[in-house]
Structure formats: structure tokens, C-alpha cells
């Protein structure tokens, strides 16, 4: 392989690097030898992740190297590779070889590595490119969750996350998980030591070597010269803890760090609510009541956990009750001025809260300890897992590990004050609640109960705690970081090595204007004033017509927020545009929901492959699945259009506080970023992120429109991509775009590389792998016609099927089936010492006042919105058996539903997405002839009748196809067979 010498370090590289590339590991390697940190910023196609591999591991072999010379020689003077950080680490070697052996000084002086990005596939993606480099000797360890690495037949079913920990936690103590019992014989095998082995690969060689894959992991973090790992694990202080992540002498690398001040101000938040503090109430009565049954037995054990005894009592258990009956009446007592908006609090009005429950700084951790003895109980006596309790419990712990994350409580709460805001709203039903990302939501009183938001507004919060670890460096990297000067001042950490990288591309590869007006004439701006004005719309409509009609292949399609894209499309139907595009391209809508959303891009992926088409229109939503996540290269994304500023909704607490916050740190320094900057940067960074998704390697070609006339402001502009701004142009009128984008086109065919056809493929592979840099054919060789298929993008992030849980399938039976990230959280404040050994009860704890009347009024369970009757009748078709697999189709699409129709899913949860779906991809009309559909088929079983208006209401040509597969799973048992024949018709004849 190539080798380049950057400042006295020579780095392996798999081809000869492009200057961009030389740059950017010049930045890195200065971060790294002179414990800096830095903001590096190179566009998607550049290979920035395989640019920050090998920099980052040849200077760490050149390090190790250096250090185990001096370990041997004894402290040979060498050129300053490591500057102050070095001279340090020098003294800190002397001072502890007077206590230790050298190896050990070695070890401790040893740097590691640690990779981090937002998902388990992009660090799926990264390590396939480690695969490839000269790098993939090095010890490398990948950390995962028990939902990606279980093995255990009995743990690996648990869907509840917090259910699953603790069920691992009771096999691990009682030595009843023969997996785990195997990994200590299992860690030395050099299987393990010989492969980079992903997510994927540890639990195949788990499977394998009967070991469980999660502490193998843990085991191999040991001695890993690099560990990679997502986000959260570093960013969330509890998560670093259980992970057992030490980072002395530590260099984190951020890839992806786009989202990295969202993540950092999720992970240092919460949310909990009234609800939450009932049902912790409710689940220590439970227990009281299992210890009241069981008086008779002098020893207490759990259940299905090797006996092991109890380790909490009932006198634990009257104070943890007296303790929550203290928080839920402080929260009842609160009085919320503000009814309709809510009242906002300093952030330390948490630890007055708190307070009132006895729960100071210092005090917490016994509560802590207490409560998880209470929850691995609750969890490991359950039967079922329909039956399992614990959660609230749960949630109530994971609050106090976030409110006290701090030793040094004077410095810590300053920084709270600071920092933070408690935001207190009347509790709200949320029932299956699913609202736009950007879309306010509609309060709905239900009770007096209260909703306390502890929500940090300083990613520099977060950033900072990582600094008092003892990390030597930081390097914070992505494709779209521009603007970078408000980005670094959102951090909080000094950052000394800045770089703004231009493209790898060249300026006749792209053509990017703004649009402002349609074909029509009239202006294209999708503000809140004008969005739903008809004229509008239509000319929005008229203007993607026109360009389906010129450019090639695969068109993208972004709007602001998924209530305008149904607003459009919804006009569009009616209008009869929608029906006029899709002649032209088969148009395919972002669902929201991912067992959807899989069917769709693949239909999608293979509209664009199939030569006879003339390509497809793909609609999404900025901040979706698709702007974030996708990768369109070469065929499958031509252009992209952006059809508005994805503001966040400006009437939203949240939004509102944080543009509040800002304004009083510019009070103290007037460099900061201002409310309305970060306002607009929000729908800045939006856009660059959808726009990221085109132009993916050095020989891909596209075009960027940006349909709104207020992208045509100065301020707007300097807040793309740096390598972006300077071929902007704009059109003042539809006839000159048309023009540019016919010459553009009609010149990238003919004189601009085409993919090499031999790297075809018939399917998407999962992770994403980045794209390739030489698959290009000599210009006499190339094919230049439009419609042959070309090299097929692949699905990254979104895909990621063992960590996702359909929203629709969660069980809305009671509060504690909600999920427990940190955005849920919430706080309260404290008091005296609590001393759990204080509370003496009387010889016959039954008798105890708190335990006297353990029946307490059941917490009324939230109602759960059925179907409506008519659909529920068509639930009763087929049966959960296995369907012949003689009469299944062999398309991906068939076999995905012939996978979801023979689990375990409840059918009327199936119903009840498949009919949101439905709902959300029809007109109102086409949707009234569906609701009659299922009636009449139901009371005739008329089967021929039914298939006529599925075609007509779910025509290929639109990208509805999938829904009429999707129907299957409705049918009478007798239908299912000529069903089936029937969809292989139909698709013989497309």
C-alpha cells in the first residue's frame, strides 16, 4: 500500500491519497500529537472516515512503539511527538516506576483510541473500512448492547431493554448463563485476536464458541488499541459506568458529529411525570405484598435466579414508600400558573424538589442501590413478560443518576443553575401519540397530574465532563459541520485545529441554484404564512413535473416536515398533478414507520435499477430517515430538490427556552450565538444534511435546487457547505433553470465517468458500505444510456432491525411500558440523610403503618383506540400458521410479509399500523372507497371484487404496490393461495 509521511509519522494508505485527503490526516495527527482538540469538516465522498483510521492508528503504532522503546532503554530522549501532554506523561512513567514494574508503567502510559459514531451500522461501516486498510492488525473491540449481542435463548426474547439487564444480571450472579460461564475460557482463543470483528461477527463467533458475545466485547475493550463504540456510551455518564469505559489517556473520535450537540443535550436531560411516581408507588406495594404472602418463610428468595436471597427488607421497602408518597404530594402541591403553556423553573428548582422526598447530594446512591435490588426482583420473578413490573422503578433510578451525576455537588449545581431549566406542564395523554418532528403538539388535559421537564440547553454541559475524564484529545468530524465557528461555541471545550475541506468533486459535477418562483410564475416559498396556500402548491407541484421530465433516473424530493408533504400530496391527488408526475416517474413517499419504509426503498432501488423505467421520484422529509441515513449515489440520486426551511416549530417549550438560554449567555459574551442564529441554523444544518445525501464519491454528478426564494437571503447562504457556496447561482426565472439543467445533464452523460457496470448488484446489502473510488470505465468504454441501471445505493443506519421496535407494537396498557431514555426523565429535589437501617419496624412488619393498607387504588390504565369494527372483522382471516411456501412470491417484498404474517404479532396491531399507513398514503376519497372495500368484503367475501380497487387505489406507477401486498395479511384463509398468483401476475406484467 502507499505510504505518505505527515509530520514525522508515516501512514499506510490503501491508494495514493488525494490532497484533500493529505490535509485532513495532517489536521488529525497535529490534534493528536499535541493533545488538541479540533473541528474537522470534509464533504461525504472525500473518504474521511478511512482518512481518520489510518492517521489516527499510525500515529498510535508510532507512539507505541516510541513508548516501549523508552520503557526498555529507560527514557531516551526522542523529537517532540507529543508535546506538553508528553512531557507530562514522561514525568507520571518516572514517578511510577518507583512503584511498579516497567510493564506496567507501559500500560498505564499506553493511549487508546476510542471511535464513536450515531448508530451500530455506521460503526459497522467504519470497521469494513479498517477491514480494508493496512490496519486491520491492531487490536480492535467493538461495544454493542444486550439487544444486539445476547445469545441467550431465554434473555435474547426479552423486548423490554431495562427487563433484559436485569434478567442478564441475575444469570450472570447465580452462574446459570452457560455463555457467560464460557468466556473467560474463550477470551484467549486467537480467533478472537486475528479478525476485526463487527457487531455481526461477535455474535456469529458467539454463537460458535458457545460465549456470550456482550462480555466477550468487554473483555477484548481491555487490550484494544481502538474500540468503537455509539454515542451514547460516552456522552450518557450512566452509560459510561455500566460500560465500564475508562478514559485516562483516552483520544475520541467523533465521526458523524453533525448531531453531536443534540445528543450531548439528550443524554444530560429527562422527563418524568406524575404517572411515573404512581406507579413507582404501586410496584413497591407489590412487592410488599409478595414479602406479606411469603411472612411465613424466614428467608426470602427470588424466583427463577438460583435462589439467591434478597437484598432489600421490608423496612427498605416502608421507607422507599414513605419516600414516594413525600414526592408525589411535593408534585401535587405544585401550582402551574400557565395552564395552556406551563411555567419554567431555574434548573436548580430540581434539587428543591427532591429535596422535599429527603434526596440530597450524597444520599442518592443508597436509594439507587435499593431501588435496582427492587427492579432485578420485580423483573426475575415475572412469568411472562406481558407480566413484568419495574419500569417506573427504573426510570425513577436512572432520574437520580442524571440529577446526581456529580461528586463535587457546589461546582455541579452552579453549573446546573447555568445550564439547565426545569420546564412543568399539566400531564398530557399520550396515547400512541405519533406527531411531527417539527410540528407543535396539541396539549390534551387528562388529569391534574404534572409533566416535569429537566432539559439541559448547553451540549458543552456534556463535553466538558468527558474533558475532567482525562481524555488526551478530541476530534469532533463529520460531511456538514458549517458553520463551524457557532458549532464550536455551542461545545464548550477549547478547540485549537479547525478544517474546512472542499469537495473532491469538480465544478462541472454539480449544478446548485436557488429557484424562486414556478413555471407558473408565482413565488415558491413555503413559510407558515403560505404553505397551505393552494396556488402554492400547485406550482410547487408543476415545478417537480418539469423537472421529472429532465432529469435522469432517481430525483429527491425533501420537505419541511411531514405535514406539508401530506398537505402537498394530498392537493396534488386531487388536482390530478400527482397522477401526471407519476406517469412520468413512479413517485415513492418516506413512510414513518419502518417495516413500511424497508419495502419502499427497496421498490424504490429497483424502479431505479430496471432499464425500461425512466427512473423515480423518492419524497422525504428533512430530519427523516432519509436525510439522515440514506446514501443516493450515481443513479439513484440525480438531484435532490429542497423544497423549504425546516424550522423547528417555534411555539414548542423546548424551543422557546433554548432560544431564551442563548440569549442570556450573550449577555456575558457577545461572540456567543444568539437565539435567532441557532434558530436558523437548525434549518440550516437540516438542509445540508438532505443535500449530503447526493454526490457520494469523486465521479458522481448531480444537481442541488433549492425551491424557496428565502434561500436566496446572504445570511442563508453562508450557512451551507463551505465547499457548496461558491458554484451557487440564481435562477430569476424557470425558463433559464430548465435550460442549465438540460445542458448540465445532456454534458454529464456524454463527457462526465459512468459507473462501472460489473459492481451491479441485485440487492441492498446491510450496513452501508462507503462508496468505492475507482469504479470508473474508460470514456470509450462507458455506456451513456440514461436508463441503464447503475450501481445501487445502500441503507445505512435506518435498517437496523434488532434495535428497532415498532412504534405501533408498544404495549400501551399501562405508563410503564414507555421507553426510558433520558428525554423521559425527569426531577425533583432533597433533605436529610436517608438511612435505611434507621427504620426499625415492629416484630410483625404487616402490622407496619404503611404496610397496614397495602391495597391501594388501582392507577387507571390509558385507554387503547381499537379499529374501527368493520377492519377488525377482516382480522379474522388467515391463521397464525405456516402459509405453503409454494405459493409465495420470491420478491423481498412477500417474503418480508410472509415473515411478519406467520410471528407471534398481535394481528390487530398489524391491522392498526397497516392502516395508518393506508390512511397516511391516500386521498380522503380513495381512502372512503377503501373503508367500503373492507366492509363489503367482509359481508360477501367477494375476492375478485377486492382485487379490482386494491389495483385502482394502489397503483405500482406510484409507489403504492407495497400496500397492496401488504393486504395479504387481511385475507380469508381460502383467498390466500389465489392472492398470491394473482401479485405474480401482476408483476410479470410490469
Known sequence: MPEVTINNVNVNFPFKPYSVQEEYMTKVIECLQNSKNGVLESPTGTGKTLSLLCSSLSWLLTKKAQLQAQSIVGGIETPDFGGHFF???KNKLKDAAGNSDSSTSFNWAMPKIIYASRTHSQLSQAMQELKRSSYKHVNVAVLGSRDQLCIHPEVSKETNSSNKVHMC???????????????????????FKQEVLDIEDLVKAGQKFKCCPYFLSRELKQNADITFMPYNYLLDAKSRKSQGIDLQNSIILLDEAHNIEKT????????????????????????????????????????????????FSADDLCILKAMFLELEKAIDSIKVVKCNEGDTHPGGYIFELLEKAQLTHGKEQLVIEKLDKIVLY??????????????????????????????????YREKVKQCYKVYIQLEESKKNHKYDTWETKKTVLKNDGKV????????????????????????????TLSPLKPFISELGIPIEVQLENPHIIKGDQICVGVLSQGPDGFPLNSSFNTRNNPKYIASLGRTILNFSCIIPHGLLVFFPSYSIMKKCREEWQNTGLWTKIAERKPIYVESQYKDSFINVMNEYYEKIKDPSSKGAIFMAVCRGKVSEGLDFANANGRAVLITGLPFPPLKDPRIILKQRYLEEMRTNNKEALSGQEWYQLEASRAVNQAIGRIIRHKNDYGAIILCDCRFDNPGFKKHLSAWLRPYIKNFTNFGIITKNLRDFFKYAEHDLPQPNMQYLNNSISLPAMTASFDTTLPRSARNTSRHKSEVTSVIEDTFNIHSYVNENEKNDKSINAKKKNFSELLATESKPVINFSDCKLKENYITCELTRSIIEPVIKKRKIKMLPVEFNECLSGPSTSSVSTENIDNSKHSQQISEEFNNDTDKKTLGKTYLKEVKR????????????????????????????????????????????????????KQHIMAFDTHITCLKNKL
Request: proline share 2%; aromatic share 10%; hydrophobic share 35%.
Open 378 to 411: 420485580l423483573t426475575t420473578t415475572s412469568t411472562s413478560p406481558f407480566t413484568r413490573k419495574g419500569n417506573a422503578l427504573q426510570k425513577f433510578s436512572d432520574l437520580l443518576r442524571i440529577v446526581f451525576n456529580s461528586s463535587n455537588s457546589l461546582y
Open 452 to 479: 416535569i421537564s429537566y432539559w439541559c440547553f448547553c451540549p458543552g454541559f456534556s463535553m466538558q465532563q468527558l474533558m475532567e475524564q482525562g481524555v488526551r484529545s478530541i476530534v469532533l468530524t463529520s460531511g
Open 87 to 89: 512531557k507530562q506523561l
Open 264 to 311: 450531548c443535550e439528550e443524554a444530560a436531560s429527562l422527563q418524568i411525570c406524575s404517572t411515573d411516581i404512581a406507579m413507582c408507588i404501586d410496584e413497591v406495594t407489590a412487592v410488599m405484598e409478595d414479602m406479606a404472602n411469603d411472612v411465613e418463610q424466614n428467608d426470602f428468595v427470588i424466583e427463577n435466579s438460583g435462589n439467591v436471597q434478597k437484598d
Open 921 to 972: 398514503s391516500l386521498s380522503e376519497a380513495n381512502y372512503k372507497t377503501f373503508t367500503k372495500m373492507i366492509q363489503d368484503y367482509t359481508k360477501t367475501g367477494n375476492l375478485e371484487e377486492l382485487l379490482k380497487i386494491l389495483e385502482n387505489i394502489f397503483p405500482q406507477k406510484e409507489g403504492l404496490f407495497h400496500l397492496l401486498i401488504g393486504f395479504k395479511r387481511f385475507l380469508k
Open 169 to 191: 444480571h441475575s444469570k450472570v450472579k447465580s452462574r446459570t448463563c452457560f455463555y457467560y460461564n464460557n468466556v473467560e475460557t474463550r477470551k484467549e482463543d486467537p480467533f
